[in-house]
């Protein structure tokens, strides 16, 4: 239900994450929503607390403490006797409490097919588009034995299990095989133990009774419709409803405090906001964008646990969603150092460091994830780190969306499987308009220069892209508030929650160390004007202001392309921003590191210099 502004004027809305919650508070003022005050408090979800309400209560109270101090007003009070002031009275209380969540590791889901490579990968996208974790695909063809699918069930406890397999009408040997291993494995859910674990059953319509008698009494059965009722249909919508409803009824009510907060988020009308999963709430802001700007975006999620990507790609705005579960920085961190190596991650670094030291770094962030860098030092590699799992995730990310055409309710799999055989991706670089990050490491940099030369970096952006940053991470309070609000929304993500930091401009293709790569003349909004031809292997940042515009001439060397006409030659407007524009001649396809280390070093710092990443000292 969507209200407007008269019903609206006062919001707040949390974001419960792994590590942090995050409240924020929207009001109207001057005829326009503006998110105005922010608090934040270490989630409480885990020992010794064990109630998620106590970080909301805590960031809730830092919100109160401000706007009284803002607005010269003792009387105002978010929350009463442990529950939001609902509805208004006078300066008192709020008229909406929104939440999202990924708190004790969100979502987390093992999904089962006949084909790993057909049904089971379209449960997989079923089960990402509800904002879930995927855990492990078992499928009766994925070559391991069924002591092991039973073992490996077992092992993982997850939060639900999403069953698909068969289309209607076809046989149902291989689908009730399915059923066998998940009875047999007898699985216990990870939160709570006086409940059976919910089972969605969504296969071959004429194996449902065979189903119901083998796993009926072991597990809580829901059934729904078929996600490929046919070989050449998708349909997802009913199973990604069915996710919602179940991780709200059954999953967050287990999890220590949530059945309290699901009573407190509440809307004008004093009717229940359903928490949403943190991830569910970035997709619906990111498709938003895309749409409401006829462009094509990328957006990352760095957390503590996970890093999620995000991209919506085509003139029909194929959306597609990833989850790198084991790759975050705090709780995950040293999966990243085992998925990278030691190697990929000192390629970013422009100092030496003992490697015990570096692993000590990683541990001690993992067992205190709260904690943030107090070293110069620390901050450059907990950035490099940054880079790596962000490049991994991103990875992952166009190899999933290769053969994928996006969440609609029906899809023609006969365009899927044309992009399968020829293997590309539909994540398109060059085409790419728009490179969003958000989490802590991206949002919270203590300099915007850092937070784009890790964007690069990790990204490796092509031709002619525009780079922001959600400014305090308020993408999930967002999209959750586009529940009630789609106004409220889209308002305060223009005004407050995106930053752009500047536009990037990178040539593809080969060249050689100091040969001429790019001929650049920019003609400034205050009558300046920067002009270079810049050799292969540099970077330049050039300053323009948010707002401002630089009319460009841009023309390559050595068979250098801009962009996905394979243009030599540009004349174009480049957006600034916080940090400016930043023409990069390092290379693409293939983007090549110094293998020498000291020549590695000289370039990460000259590149670093370029940008004003970093103070003067630690790159003399």
């Given at each position: 239900m969507q209200y407007d502004e008269k019903r609206l004027t006062r919001i707040v809305a949390t974001d419960c994450g792994s590590t942090t919650t995050k409240a924020i508070l929207i009001e109207w003022?001057?005829?326009?929503?503006?998110?105005?005050?922010?608090?934040?408090?270490?989630?409480?979800?885990?020992?010794?607390?064990?109630?998620?309400?106590?970080?909301?209560?805590?960031?809730?109270?830092?919100?109160?403490?401000?706007?009284?101090?803002?607005?010269?007003?003792?009387?105002?009070?978010?929350?009463?006797?442990?529950?939001?002031?609902?509805?208004?009275?006078?300066?008192?209380?709020?008229?909406?409490?929104?939440?999202?969540?990924?708190?004790?590791?969100?979502?987390?889901?093992?999904?089962?097919?006949?084909?790993?490579?057909?049904?089971?990968?379209?449960?997989?996208?079923?089960?990402?588009?509800?904002?879930?974790?995927?855990?492990?695909?078992?499928?009766?063809?994925?070559?391991?034995?069924?002591?092991?699918?039973?073992?490996?069930?077992?092992?993982l406890r997850p939060d639900m299990i999403l069953m698909a397999g068969g289309e209607d009408g076809g046989t149902v040997k291989h689908v009730v095989e399915m059923a066998e291993l998940v009875a047999s494995a007898d699985p216990k859910p990870r939160l709570g133990s006086g409940y059976k674990l919910p089972v969605i059953y969504a296969g071959n319509k004429d194996a449902r009774e065979e189903i119901v008698k083998t796993l009926g009494e072991k597990v809580d059965l829901i059934i729904t419709d078929n996600i490929r009722p046919k070989l050449e249909i998708e349909n997802l919508l009913p199973a990604r409803e069915k996710i919602h409803n179940l991780f709200m009824e059954h999953v967050m009510k287990q999890a220590p405090g949530y059945n309290k907060l699901m009573e407190w988020t509440v809307g004008p009308e004093h009717e229940q906001v359903p928490i949403m999963p943190t991830p569910a709430a970035v997709g619906n802001i990111m498709q938003a964008i895309a749409k409401e700007e006829n462009i094509e975006v990328v957006g990352v999620d760095i957390g503590g646990a996970t890093t999620d990507i995000f991209s919506v790609f085509t003139k029909d705005f194929i959306f597609n969603r990833t989850v790198s579960a084991n790759l975050g920085l705090s709780y995950s961190i040293s999966n990243v150092l085992a998925s990278a190596g030691l190697e990929n991650i000192m390629r970013w670094v422009p100092f030496d460091i003992d490697e015990s030291e570096l692993r000590n770094m990683i541990k001690n962030k993992m067992i205190r994830p709260t904690t943030i860098p107090s070293l110069l030092e620390e901050l450059v590699l907990e950035q490099a780190i940054a880079k790596e799992a962000l490049r991994l995730a991103f990875e992952q990310h166009k190899s999933f969306a290769s053969s994928l055409k996006g969440m609609q309710k029906q899809r023609d799999i006969s365009e899927a499987f044309s992009q399968s055989v020829s293997g590309e991706t539909i994540v398109n670089m060059m085409t790419l308009d728009l490179l969003v990050g958000s989490g802590g490491v991206l949002s919270h940099a203590p300099r915007r220069n850092q937070t784009v030369?890790?964007?690069?970096?990790?990204?490796?952006?092509?031709?002619?892209?525009?780079?922001?940053?959600?400014?305090?991470?308020?993408?999930?309070?967002?999209?959750?508030?586009?529940?009630?609000?789609?106004?409220?929304?889209?308002?305060?993500?223009?005004?407050?929650?995106?930053?752009?930091?500047?536009?990037?401009?990178?040539?593809?293709?080969?060249?050689?160390?100091?040969?001429?790569?790019?001929?650049?003349?920019?003609?400034?909004?205050?009558?300046?004007?920067?002009?270079?031809?810049?050799?292969?292997?540099?970077?330049?940042?050039?300053?323009?202001?948010?707002?401002?515009?630089?009319?460009?001439?841009?023309k390559t060397h050595s068979g250098l392309i801009l962009d996905a006409d394979r243009k030599k030659e540009l004349t174009v407007d480049l957006h600034g921003g916080k940090v400016g524009i930043v023409l990069d001649t390092r290379g693409r396809k293939p983007f090549v590191l110094p293998a020498d280390k000291n020549e590695r070093i000289s370039a990460l710092k000259k590149w670093m210099k370029a940008l004003n990443a970093y103070p003067e000292h630690i790159l003399s």
């Open positions: 003022i001057d005829g326009e929503f503006r998110q105005t005050i922010r608090g934040e408090a270490p989630t409480t979800v885990e020992a010794p607390l064990n109630d998620v309400t106590k970080g909301v209560i805590n960031a809730t109270q830092e919100l109160e403490e401000l706007a009284r101090l803002k607005y010269h007003n003792p009387n105002i009070k978010f929350m009463e006797n442990g529950e939001f002031v609902i509805p208004r009275k006078g300066d008192v209380g709020v008229d909406a409490y929104v939440s999202t969540s990924s708190a004790g590791g969100g979502l987390q889901m093992m999904v089962t097919g006949v084909v790993a490579s057909m049904t089971g990968e379209s449960a997989e996208r079923a089960a990402l588009g509800a904002g879930a974790i995927v855990m492990d695909l078992i499928a009766s063809n994925d070559k391991r034995m069924n002591h092991e699918k039973i073992e490996r069930i077992r092992e030369m890790m964007l690069i970096d990790a990204f490796l952006p092509e031709g002619i892209t525009r780079l922001s940053v959600d400014s305090i991470f308020m993408m999930p309070h967002l999209g959750v508030l586009s529940e009630i609000s789609t106004k409220a929304a889209t308002e305060v993500f223009r005004k407050d929650c995106m930053i752009y930091l500047g536009t990037c401009v990178a040539p593809v293709g080969k060249g050689k160390i100091g040969k001429p790569a790019l001929y650049a003349k920019l003609e400034l909004p205050d009558g300046s004007v920067f002009e270079e031809d810049i050799p292969f292997g540099e970077m330049r940042l050039i300053p323009c202001e948010i707002g401002q515009v630089a009319k460009a001439t841009l």
